[in-house]
């Protein structure tokens, strides 16, 4: 006979996890629960986390942005542009504290005020060679005929190439940021190739650049130059005879994802420190630059300036401010563009420096991933199961990642966790088919509990 007090089991488990929740929510926690579980379903965070777990700030460059902001622009008087001569002033500045390359990310396309467009260029022409390289950010726009590029964009002329040719440590650099469908940037462009007019030019991105003079163990500028032109002859002559493949770098994704560990303000996620020539330094700094200029406007002299800020870092000169139109979507929010390549630049090595791997192999790793993952959990509890597979994907990532690039471990990682909820979603779908014959909609139901066998009496 079944117990009329049946029921008062049944709902002590829903009244008890009601009493939680709202001790929780009493107390203002039910919020913070959600957002914690909100954001462990997210995809760019648990790329970003699994970027730190994978050895993304392996061998990283330490950065610094000079960054023309608002308050630079409203101290100079809220002109349009930056202006030219206050540029070449930061790039002597950099250049005069042995900064180890720089990076003047502005577009030189259109003429500015005749003073400045050669105060720059004196600067420029006048450049030692035994000076920081530096690359110039090359404005790409639309070809004049279609079919004239791989990436369907030409180069723009500037105003700084007289005066930049023919200078050996003085580079032209294409910086591309490749942007999804969500419009989103997540992914770098390594390099951008143009096969007309001409014999075609491959131009290195900032990031390229930077982990050959700034990287731990920098290389000569003909190591770039190689590559470039290795990757000339591959996209824009496919059927002569290609020399050699150069062996730097040694993992030359072109579309690797970035590691947005540097956010746009303080965020205790992202590393503060790492280890440089057996020193802890800054990953990065970020200056205006009207902390680096006098009250008349004049970029200060580098005894002015501490050697800390700049010396052994990769500088890039940028622009934050709304009149720059560089903003874009990204993982962690929204980001000027030199604060994007900052991301691109800082984690360079560990991406370039990885084993290579095609989308197959990549494939047959996800797949032995997720052969551990169900035999590790085929016989555990839910709970058992998924402390089990957290303690697995970090090791897995932490693993895969001194291996490969981060964002190649993060990819395998999520497409094995992919492969598991697939597989649960199908066992489930499989398991409720078998029911239904038997048990109709009440196979969407747990099943109850058979009752316990009672004792018989035996009659002697």
Not at 260 to 274: E, M, R, S, Y
Not at 281 to 310: E, I, T
């Amino acid at each position: 006979m079944k117990s009329p007090f049946r029921w008062i089991g049944r709902l002590t488990k829903p009244v008890l996890i009601a009493c939680v929740i709202g001790f929780f929510s009493a107390f203002g926690l039910a919020d913070r629960i959600a957002g914690f579980s909100a954001n462990l379903g997210e995809k760019d965070r648990m790329v970003r986390w699994s970027a730190v777990l994978s050895g993304a700030t392996r061998d990283a460059i330490p950065v610094t942005l000079i960054d023309i902001d608002p308050s630079t622009m409203a101290a100079l008087g809220h002109p349009q542009s930056a202006p030219r001569e206050v540029l070449a002033g930061l790039l002597s500045l950099a250049a005069a504290k042995h900064a180890s390359g720089i990076f003047l990310d502005m577009d030189t396309s259109r003429p500015g005020s005749p003073a400045g467009d050669a105060a720059l260029a004196a600067v420029l022409a006048a450049y030692p060679p035994d000076a920081p390289p530096v690359a110039l950010a090359r404005r790409l726009g639309a070809a004049d005929q279609a079919g004239n590029t791989i990436n369907a964009l030409a180069e723009q002329a500037s105003v700084l190439d007289a005066a930049v040719r023919g200078k050996p440590n003085v580079i032209w650099a294409a910086s591309v940021s490749r942007i999804d469908e969500d419009r989103v940037v997540r992914r770098w462009q390594l390099s951008h190739t143009t096969c007309a007019p001409g014999p075609g030019a491959t131009l290195p991105s900032p990031q390229l650049f930077a982990a050959a003079v700034a990287s731990a163990h920098p290389r000569p500028l003909s190591d770039l130059n190689a590559f470039a032109d290795s990757r000339t002859q591959t996209a824009c002559a496919p059927g002569t005879a290609a020399a050699s493949p150069p062996a730097w770098p040694r993992n030359p994704d072109q579309r690797a994802a970035i590691a947005f560990l540097i956010p746009d303000g303080p965020d205790l996620a992202a590393p503060q420190f790492i280890t440089r020539d057996g020193r802890r330094v800054p990953l990065f700094r970020r200056m205006p630059a009207r902390a680096l200029m006098s009250a008349s406007g004049a970029v200060v002299s580098p005894q002015a300036v501490a050697d800390d800020l700049l010396r052994d870092r990769f500088v890039i000169i940028g622009a934050s401010h709304a009149e720059s139109l560089d903003g874009h979507l990204t993982p962690i929010g929204f980001l000027p563009g030199a604060l994007i390549v900052a991301n691109a630049v800082a984690t360079a090595p560990a991406v370039l420096s990885g084993q290579p791997v095609g989308p197959l192999g990549a494939t047959l790793i996800a797949l032995a991933l997720l052969g551990a993952l169900v035999a590790i959990t085929s016989r555990l509890r839910p709970l058992a199961a998924a402390l089990a597979v957290a303690v697995a994907v970090l090791a897995a990532l932490m693993a895969l990642g001194r291996i490969f690039a981060p964002s190649t471990a993060s990819d395998i990682v999520l497409a094995a966790l992919g492969m598991v909820a697939f597989l649960s979603t199908i066992e489930g779908i499989h398991a409720i088919g078998k029911d239904w014959r038997a048990r109709g909609w009440r196979a969407l139901l747990k099943p109850e509990k058979p009752p316990a066998a009672q004792p018989t009496e035996t009659i002697t």
